[in-house]
């Protein structure tokens, strides 16, 4: 069986589709397009313009699945929709323009769908994953069962940019306020210090973005196992904060991370100092394949689109078709609860707009 997930993040929307064998899954396809949801923030809402964007790029992500032979496509969304007050209305678009329901996750899920989509790095002690997003930071301490081992910080690189740096890249003064405040906040966390992790996974864009910046400044040549000893990042990271050059390394390559790959740098270093970690490797996968696991092994429940019967089904109406008989009565019950289902308005925290100075169309 194939299934298809879409990823509304705060700087893109992402798919993957993968093929299934029992509880076992293979990602065959993914895909990206940069879309950056502060861009388009008006005060403490998305704007038409944003919302429009958004639909067109979800409802392109769907014809892909659709030509991918997908059987089902789930739809996501992580901190990009958290903070923005008028998610019904986004999420009543998205629906009325593609059919899908959006499944909200929460911060806490989303750490743990890391967690889960990496947890054979596991094996062995003292390994950590981190998961640098524009609107989040979860960490997750592999070695521990289950969620006991996972951070989750509401605050992300966007949000780092608007409190801290004032112009498309942080200066060297900026970069260490910007430490100096993350410091504070993995204490206040309890993320692990010195001595209790060698070794770090590391997932998401900005994560294998920095990878790539890695790669270039080195000139090392790219393989499957993407390693970064983090002696050597610490001097990519201190020539991203302070080499005159730096804007021509990220636009060779990692041109959509131009606001944030400076940002994320400084993130990952104070993260990798207190760890006292002596590599970093980056994971192919990340909360999309973790969300897709955790259904598959009956622990997560979400709304989906069948291409088989061309309709959405909510997670209450598959819920119901689980605990219902079977039967006519019970069929019509499904269906009911499936156009009932709708994209629910959940309660939000106000969202910060981007710096006025910004361009909306830097992404486009």
Known sequence: MKYCVIDISSSSVSLIAAETNGMQLQTVFSD?????MLHYMEGKELSSRGI?????????MKEKCRNLSAERVYLISTAALRDVENVGQVHEAIAKRTGLFVNPVSGETEAYCDFVANREYGTEPGTALVDIGGGSIEICDLSKEERTGSVFLDFGVFQLHEKFVEKIQPSEKEAEKIAKYLKKKFEKAGVPGKGRIGAVIGVGANCGALYELYSAYYKEEKTNEKVMSCKKFKKLAEHLIKGRDRSGLILQAAPEKLYSAGIAAVVAKTLFKRFGAKEIRI??????????????????????????????????????KKRAPRGKKAANDAKKSAKQGGAKKSGTKSARAKKESMNADAQE
Do not use: H, M, W
Request: hydrophobic letters at 35%.
């Open 32 to 36: 990206r397009v940069n879309l950056a």
């Open 283 to 320: 994971s192919p996968r990340g909360v999309k394949e973790g969300y897709l696991q955790l259904i598959l092994e009956n622990r997560l429940q979400g709304s989906y689109y069948d291409f088989g019967q061309q309709a959405s089904v909510s997670c209450e109406a598959e819920s119901e």
């Open 52 to 60: 429009d964007k958004l639909t067109a790029a979800i409802a392109d």
